[in-house]
């Protein structure tokens, strides 16, 4: 009986470990020519209807929301793909990238194409969760003048912010002046457990509990 009993255990606890293992808050990375493969909520902006769209205000579609945090004005008719994108001719200030309603991610891909100054210029990014800095960095002088797509995972956060500076700054700076038009913004949570995962560790919890009730029934 006890040996049933930790063999049952260790199903258990080998279950857990498969469904926390990509929990863990790992260093932010970001890769060029990727973008996320299942999102649970996705933004083309193509629901617009303006030219033009007011900074420090939110614009939302399909469960994720974006604002330019900053002065000046966002124009919308400098798209990526499609009509309609958010994009910032030099403004001071940074693009914030949410859930709409709230909620945690590892990883959110978008669209981008930068007009970076070629002495200095630099895309800066940084993940926040419940304001605290989980991870972030830059790469100077970008290589995708054209459209590229891009990717940031491997941290748990609720806020993603980016900035394609035309100075080079270190992480993001709400007195840098951005220019960069963003599309196609595609958030997702790695790691999620499979069906057959749940289905092992519910059978294994209700394995262990059932062995537990019998051995105390055997010793009443």
Do not use: H
Request: contains cysteine; hydrophobic residues 40%; aromatic residues 10%.
């Amino acid at each position: 009986m006890a040996s049933k009993l930790s063999l049952l255990a260790s199903v258990v606890v080998l279950s857990v470990g498969a469904l926390t293992a990509g929990a863990a808050n790992a260093a932010l990375t970001f890769t060029i020519g990727t973008q996320v493969s299942s999102p649970i909520a996705q933004n083309d902006f193509e629901q617009m209807c303006c030219s033009t769209f007011p900074t420090n205000t939110v614009y939302s579609q399909g469960g994720v929301s974006v604002q330019f945090v900053g002065g000046g004005t966002v124009l919308t008719n400098v798209a990526p793909d499609g009509s309609f994108a958010f994009y910032t001719p030099g403004e001071d200030g940074y693009f914030d990238i949410t859930l709409t309603g709230g909620g945690t991610f590892n990883e959110l891909s978008l669209r981008a194409v930068g007009l970076w100054s070629p002495d200095g210029g630099a895309f800066e990014y940084e993940g926040l969760n419940n304001g605290n800095f989980i991870g972030g960095g830059g790469v100077s002088s970008p290589g995708f003048s054209a459209p590229e797509f891009l990717t940031f995972s491997g941290g748990t956060m609720n806020e993603l912010r980016i900035q394609g500076q035309q100075f080079n700054f270190p992480l993001v700076n709400a007195a840098a002046a951005s220019a960069v038009s963003i599309d196609d913004i595609k958030i997702g949570i790695a790691g999620v457990p499979e069906p057959a995962t749940w289905a092992l560790t519910i059978f294994g919890f209700g394995g262990v509990g059932g062995a537990m009730r019998r051995r105390r029934a055997l010793f009443a």
